[in-house]
């Protein structure tokens, strides 16, 4: 990562892990998490419809990704 920054090139990381994450973010780079993904993909229309990724979203508790249900229904929202 700083060896990319060093040259001027754009980093970006995809994690949940949260000090991961703002290490990275101290370090410049872009940061998303699995519902930015999923978001993304949706809004794409490329590879979710918006129907499945909300379905994503609320079945990751299930899979050992937890989640506020506040956060949960914000990333439902930005399927929308």
Known sequence: ML???DRGEDVALVSNDRRLRALAEG???TIT???GVV???SLADK????????RVIRRTDHHGLQMT???RERAVGEVD
């Open 3 to 5: 060896a990319a920054r």
């Open 27 to 29: 370090l410049g780079a």
């Open 33 to 35: 998490g699995t519902f």
């Open 39 to 41: 978001v993304r993909a």
């Open 47 to 54: 590879y979710f419809p918006a129907s499945q990724a909300k």
């Open 69 to 71: 249900g506040q956060l």
